[in-house]
Structures are given as C-alpha cells and as structure tokens.
C-alpha cells in the first residue's frame, strides 16, 4: 500500500491504475522485443538476397554537424544583411549633409 504526502501525510492510497499502465506497458515491449527478434532475421535474409542494404540514418553526431552547419549559413546570410543594410543607412545619411 502506497502512502499520499499530498494533503494527510499517512492517508493510505492505493495506485493500481499506474501499476497495471506499467505492468500492461512493459508487457508490450517484451512483445515488440520478441516481435522484432523473430521478424528481424527474416528482413537480414531478404536484404541480402535481393541485394539490398540496410542504410543506417544519420548518427547523432552527423545531425549535430548538420544543424550548425545550416546555423551557421543562417546567421552567415543575417550578417551579410544586418551589413548591407548598414552600409544603407550610412550612405543615406552622408547624402543628407
């Protein structure tokens, strides 16, 4: 029996409806596991008789790259306008002396 610690400190609770949604969730993943151990083999044999590979996504790290490297274009392409408008802003005002 679990004790509450929300208004009586020792009021007895009892918390089924989260023991079974873990027991009922951790039943599902042995079934995906064993789903995937038994369907996994099957797949191996068909990509190497047809030829095919399995292409593996990109690593983590290779996301991470791939973010900055478009950070770094998007704030390449806010400097280049952040100085264009400058240079705007200063030929308009020595066109006004």
Do not use: C, F
Not at 22 to 48: I, Y
Not at 64 to 89: M, P, V
């Amino acid at each position: 029996m679990n004790y509450s610690l929300d208004h009586d400190l020792l009021s007895p609770r009892t918390n089924t409806s989260a023991a079974t949604g873990l027991a009922r969730a951790g039943g599902r993943a042995r079934e995906t596991r064993r789903l995937r151990e038994t369907v996994e083999p099957a797949g191996t044999t068909l990509r190497e008789l047809s030829g095919r590979e399995k292409e593996p996504g990109p690593s983590r790290l290779e996301k991470r790259l791939a973010g900055l490297e478009n950070a770094e274009r998007r704030i390449e392409g806010q400097t280049r306008a952040a100085i264009a408008h400058a240079r705007d802003a200063l030929e308009s005002s020595r066109s006004r002396q």
